[in-house]
């Protein structure tokens, strides 16, 4: 089963970690969509002419499970997680990551890139996670 074949939770499910009563973003719902805007990422020392120009885009991720929003396609896929202990971004072509962020402690709304020049197609930046 890939990402895109798992339903989204039903309507009210809250992402209990980052929404409710006393959390970090508010007792509204958890939205079904988060707006994810990459910004400041540079080639690598791995980077080849085929893996394109560094993502400066905003993608549109789904809510997949509680807690983790989505967006998948055939040329990468991004993944957004907010747990107990972390909050978890990552951005990952065919073969190679193009972004890797966490942060300890929940609900970060900006993330910066752990990805070094050193063997890597793509590195630095940060992504800002808009509700």
Request: with cysteine.
């Amino acid at each position: 089963m890939t990402r895109q074949d798992i339903s989204p939770p039903p309507a009210g499910v809250l992402c209990s970690v980052c929404w409710g009563l006393d959390k970090p973003f508010g007792s509204g719902p958890t939205p079904s969509v988060v707006t994810v805007v990459f910004s400041g990422i540079e080639m690598g020392d791995k980077w080849e002419p085929a893996d394109g120009k560094p993502p400066s885009n905003q993608y549109q991720l789904a809510q997949t499970l509680p807690c983790t929003f989505t967006f998948s396609n055939a040329d990468f896929d991004i993944e957004l997680v907010y747990d107990s202990s972390s909050t978890t971004l990552t951005y990952d072509a065919p073969g190679f990551p193009i972004f890797n962020g966490q942060e300890s402690g929940s609900c970060h709304l900006e993330l910066e890139n752990d990805l070094l020049f050193e063997d890597n197609h793509f590195f630095g930046g940060q992504a800002e996670i808009v509700l």
